[in-house]
């Protein structure tokens, strides 16, 4: 059974980066698009970003562009999501996921997910 673990949340002030990574045992992690998204408070999971299985094709939501950057290493089975210039509206637990479909990883109907990870930002 595949398992997605996330990690490198945390509290951070406005205009700080985290860098969160998201793990997976127990499935072939370069076969799958894998992605990001997110959930705050009282508000619905977001969309915030997906990768390609080669790496060549990503997208973003709205809100984070040009300050998140997504990226893989295959060899280590992991997932990343750099984030700078953090904002107090990107407080959420941040999930990742993964399809074989990028539209299904972008869309979240995705079978697999990890336990999310907590990230608090500080104004």
């Known amino acids: 059974q595949a398992q997605l673990v996330e990690t490198g949340g945390g509290l951070v002030t406005a205009g700080g980066s985290l860098r969160l990574s998201c793990s997976i045992s127990?499935?072939?992690?370069?076969?799958?698009?894998m992605g990001w998204f997110r959930q705050a408070p009282g508000k619905e999971r977001e969309f915030v970003a997906a990768?390609?299985?080669?790496?060549?094709?990503?997208s973003y939501g709205d809100s984070v562009k040009g300050r998140f950057t997504i990226s893989r290493d295959d060899a280590k089975n992991t997932l990343y999501l750099q984030m700078n210039s953090l904002k107090p509206e990107d407080t959420a637990v941040y999930y990742c996921n993964r399809d074989g479909s990028f539209e299904s990883v972008v869309s979240g109907t995705t079978f697999f997910w990890g336990q999310g990870t907590q990230v608090t930002v500080s104004s």
């Open positions: 990768i390609s299985q080669s790496g060549t094709r990503t």
């Open positions: 127990g499935g072939t992690f370069s076969a799958y698009v």
